[in-house]
């Protein structure tokens, strides 16, 4: 539970969020793209895309660097519908996340279009360890995010504050927690940019209520040999990301410092 002196900091940020971040008005047409990338998890992408694809008067953009189809880590194809090139602004971004993420913080031409996009963007999410990206492109320092809880201990890196959160909203930049948190973001930012009414009926058309067999969600509530086996199988991944966040550290600091 929260205690007295965080739940206050909480409250005050959401109130001041809630202060100026009213929804746009229906008559504004909005611009909606999600970047695609080589091994990214495919529900990062598509949950949050049932959703935000569904918002009143937008366009949903399939971004990547070229229009070739993209596999998901699980070998499902995925095709662009744009370029980065060719990309319109955007008034909401969405980065997913997957093991390709070690590829992309390393990769100037992804993180360059995230910078560009963002700067302008009305919002900014990423889904899992897409918040990865985010970092690397220099957008969470002094922000609170979240993101998969495997990589949680790795957002410290790029500046961010840590919430142990499902969805972390901080000024424009909208974070998520693993896979399936994504499409609860997607209905928050659905809410935010047509109101409640409209994110409600986009819930209502897709009967999303989950009601999982099992409570082995989250790391507090799985059994100890699965967290422990879950830990084993992203190991290896795990250690590469370390490295390379490490680098991606030392290449914002100087970017600070210069």
């Keep these: 539970m929260l205690d007295a002196t965080r739940a206050a900091a909480s409250l005050s940020l959401t109130t001041k969020e809630l202060t100026t971040m009213?929804?746009?008005?229906?008559s504004d047409h909005l611009q909606i793209g999600g970047i695609l990338?080589?091994?990214?998890?495919?529900?990062?992408?598509?949950?949050p895309f049932e959703i935000l694809s569904r918002i009143p008067n937008s366009t949903f953009h399939i971004l990547a660097k070229d229009r070739t189809p993209i596999s998901d880590v699980r070998g499902l194809i995925l095709s662009p519908t744009l370029t980065f090139s060719e990309a319109p602004p955007l008034d909401l971004l969405l980065v997913p996340g997957g093991s390709g993420v070690n590829a992309l913080m390393e990769d100037e031409t992804v993180l360059a279009f995230v910078r560009h996009q963002a700067a302008a963007a009305k919002y900014t999410m990423s889904v899992c360890t897409g918040a990865l990206v985010l970092g690397a492109a220099g957008l969470l320092k002094g922000r609170r995010a979240t993101t998969h809880w495997a990589s949680h201990h790795l957002l410290k890196h790029f500046g961010a504050i840590p919430?142990?959160?499902?969805?972390?909203?901080?000024?424009?930049?909208?974070?998520?927690?693993?896979?399936?948190?994504?499409?609860?973001g997607a209905l928050r930012m659905a809410a935010l940019l047509r109101g409640d009414q409209a994110a409600q009926e986009i819930q209502l058309f897709l009967q999303y209520a989950?009601?999982?067999?099992?409570?082995?969600?989250?790391?507090?509530?799985?059994?100890?040999?699965?967290?422990?086996?879950?830990?084993?199988?992203?190991?290896?991944?795990?250690?590469?990301?370390?490295?390379?966040?490490?680098?991606?550290?030392?290449?914002?600091?100087?970017?600070?410092?210069?």
């Design 22 to 26: 009213e929804p746009v008005t229906n």
């Design 163 to 184: 919430v142990n959160e499902r969805v972390v909203l901080d000024r424009g930049v909208v974070t998520t927690a693993g896979v399936t948190a994504g499409i609860d």
């Design 37 to 47: 990338f080589p091994d990214l998890d495919q529900l990062d992408f598509t949950g």
């Design 210 to 258: 989950p009601d999982p067999p099992f409570e082995s969600g989250t790391p507090e509530t799985a059994l100890p040999d699965v967290l422990q086996a879950s830990r084993e199988t992203l190991r290896d991944v795990l250690e590469a990301r370390v490295a390379i966040v490490s680098r991606v550290e030392k290449k914002l600091a100087a970017k600070s410092a210069a």
